[in-house]
């Protein structure tokens, strides 16, 4: 579990730096690369190592002050990061590991405290579906972390405990999956009308994906927003099916 753990830290440190790349970004990069690739050969994912040590090489070129590709630099970091991403074995107790420490790195970044309450049943998802899944729980806890849950001192002059809470519900059938995020910060303010076809619109870019997962797999959405006292987010996604999977 410790490995897992560990794979997940360097996973996530791998997306921030992609998302803010840029030459000064090179060492630190490179140390990530090869922690993700000890951690690899630790877990017998030779594939995966033998592409981050590929990658090494590259980024060596630029210590050394060689010429080379950024742009081709960049999409490799792109592939290597959405690998990465994905390599997570799919059983309960390591996407339950994944989500905890996704909560923890996005509430110490937001500088939050929160008490992150995780219900998992019957967790039984394909790889296509364990992305999919993360595409939109992601964003969604986020924005729960990020713009819903106040800071400890606000929470304290509202009347509320300073920790706040996020509630995570996911479940899975043989035709659907149930997912339930809620939180008790200060709910969704809206600054203008939305389209009535979309209750996300407008809600940065990683919502957008969230809305187009939704549509794309004909799943279904319903928002309960409480201004002051916090939002409960329902999600009911139908199962895709192995034989629906890309290879």
Same mark, same amino acid.
């Given at each position: 579990?410790?490995?897992?753990?560990?794979?997940?830290?360097?996973?996530?440190?791998?997306?921030?730096?992609?998302?803010?790349?840029?030459?000064?970004?090179?060492?630190?990069?490179?140390?990530?690369?090869?922690?993700?690739?000890?951690?690899?050969?630790?877990?017998?994912?030779?594939?995966?190592?033998?592409?981050?040590?590929?990658?090494?090489?590259?980024?060596?070129?630029?210590?050394?002050?060689?010429?080379?590709?950024?742009?081709?630099?960049?999409?490799?970091?792109?592939?290597?990061?959405?690998?990465?991403?994905?390599? %997570?074995?799919?059983?309960? =107790?390591?996407?339950?590991?994944? &989500? #905890?420490?996704?909560?923890?790195?996005? @509430?110490? !970044? *937001?500088?939050?405290?929160?008490?992150?309450?995780?219900?998992?049943?019957?967790?039984?998802?394909?790889?296509?579906?364990?992305?999919?899944?993360?595409?939109?729980?992601?964003?969604?806890?986020?924005?729960?972390?990020?713009?819903?849950?106040?800071?400890?001192?606000?929470?304290?002059?509202?009347?509320?405990?300073?920790?706040?809470?996020?509630?995570?519900?996911?479940?899975?059938?043989?035709?659907?999956?149930? %997912?339930?995020?809620?939180? =008790?910060?200060?709910?969704?303010? &809206? #600054?203008?009308?939305?389209?009535?076809? @979309?209750? !996300? *619109?407008?809600?940065?870019?990683?919502?957008?994906?969230?809305?187009?997962?939704?549509?794309?797999?004909?799943?279904?959405?319903?928002?309960?927003?409480?201004?002051?006292?916090?939002?409960?987010?329902?999600?009911?996604?139908?199962?895709?099916?192995?034989?629906?999977?890309?290879?």
């Amino acid at each position: 579990m410790d490995t897992l753990k560990e794979y997940c830290k360097y996973s996530f440190k791998l997306e921030e730096i992609y998302n803010n790349f840029h030459i000064d970004k090179t060492d630190e990069l490179f140390l990530t690369i090869h922690s993700l690739k000890g951690l690899c050969l630790g877990t017998k994912n030779e594939a995966l190592a033998r592409r981050l040590h590929d990658f090494e090489h590259e980024l060596l070129k630029i210590q050394n002050s060689e010429k080379v590709d950024f742009v081709k630099i960049k999409k490799e970091l792109s592939n290597i990061k959405s690998i990465t991403k994905n390599t %997570l074995d799919v059983h309960s =107790d390591n996407f339950s590991m994944y &989500l #905890r420490y996704f909560v923890t790195n996005i @509430s110490e !970044l *937001s500088q939050k405290q929160v008490k992150f309450i995780l219900d998992i049943e019957r967790l039984d998802l394909n790889r296509m579906e364990t992305g999919i899944l993360k595409d939109i729980v992601n964003p969604l806890l986020i924005n729960a972390l990020d713009h819903g849950i106040e800071y400890p001192a606000e929470r304290v002059n509202l009347g509320k405990n300073k920790l706040g809470r996020v509630y995570l519900h996911l479940r899975t059938t043989d035709d659907v999956i149930h %997912l339930i995020i809620k939180d =008790d910060g200060c709910g969704i303010k &809206l #600054r203008s009308r939305l389209p009535d076809n @979309s209750i !996300l *619109s407008g809600r940065k870019v990683g919502l957008r994906l969230v809305q187009w997962h939704l549509t794309e797999y004909n799943g279904s959405i319903e928002l309960k927003n409480n201004i002051g006292r916090g939002t409960e987010i329902n999600i009911t996604l139908p199962r895709i099916h192995k034989y629906q999977e890309v290879a």
